[in-house]
């Protein structure tokens, strides 16, 4: 395993060649190059614009190990609407066509937000239909649908995201885990064991389940997560990929908070 930051703990007008230079200077093995709207790398960027980040990442000797996305909240691929969904599926098939120029197998993809107004079931159906859609641009382009957990109420169990993901019938539909959203209601290293080799991508954080909030969300090491219990699930179900870190910066310091998640992680790693 190697460790890795994501972009959004760099503010989103930086260029990502910035940001990669950064990342090489302190240490960090890989990088996750994340997609947007005026932000980050934009979603409507050219092929020009976006290999020459690729090349910059070679340059540097970064891995770009997978790409963020955080779209799928504004363009939902379970909205139930026909005309919102094939404009969700629009916009994530620019999003994998920029992982495939960036040269990142994978691409974070949320699915659908539980909400009372869209119910759990009808929520599940239409984005079932909406990354089905999608599996030949994904295995085209050789980039992989990574599902994340998030707190949007849905896929609230390891046994419900991994049937999911075997209703999709591709290879190229897998898991984005994130083990520190999933320790208000579960246990990162069950989960890694049920999904096995569907993970794709791995985010690295930490919560404290006293907190019970979004404040939760604390220094790797400092919450809840049984590390040493991730670790071995990891390698039991043979993930040898990036560990990527997803944290804003601190309020005085980039650089400090940079080198703590590293330290972080090496550290995890070694477990």
């Not at 859609?133 to 169990?157: D, G, M, Q, T, Y």
Request: aromatic share 8%; hydrophobic share 45%; with cysteine.
């Amino acid at each position: 395993m190697k460790p890795s930051i994501n972009q959004w703990a760099f503010p989103g007008e930086m260029p990502a060649q910035e940001a990669l230079s950064t990342v090489k200077r302190l240490g960090f093995e890989a990088f996750e190059p994340c997609i947007g709207e005026g932000s980050t790398i934009d979603i409507n960027a050219t092929e020009k614009e976006v290999t020459a980040i690729r090349v910059h990442a070679e340059k540097e000797g970064v891995d770009l190990c997978s790409v963020g996305c955080g779209l799928g909240w504004k363009y939902p691929l379970g909205h139930p609407d026909a005309a919102k969904q094939d404009e969700a599926v629009a916009i994530t098939e620019k999003a994998l066509q920029l992982a495939h120029w960036l040269g990142a197998p994978s691409l974070l993809v949320v699915p659908a937000t539980v909400s009372a107004e869209l119910p759990y079931d009808v929520a599940l159906e239409a984005s079932l239909e909406g990354v089905q859609r999608l599996v030949p641009a994904a295995e085209r382009l050789k980039v992989s649908i990574a599902l994340e957990n998030v707190w949007n109420k849905f896929l609230l169990s390891p046994v419900e995201m991994r049937d999911f993901i075997d209703q999709c019938e591709s290879p190229f539909v897998g898991a984005y885990f994130d083990t520190g959203n999933i320790v208000l209601y579960g246990y990162p290293e069950q989960w890694i064991r049920i999904l096995g080799s569907r993970i794709r991508a791995i985010h690295a954080k930490d919560f404290r389940t006293s907190a019970g909030t979004f404040s939760g969300f604390v220094m790797l090491m400092e919450g809840d997560v049984n590390w040493p219990a991730v670790v071995a699930a990891l390698r039991d179900v043979g993930f040898d990929g990036a560990l990527t870190a997803e944290f804003g910066a601190y309020q005085h310091s980039r650089d400090v908070m940079l080198r703590h998640v590293l330290t972080s992680l090496k550290t995890i790693i070694a477990m």
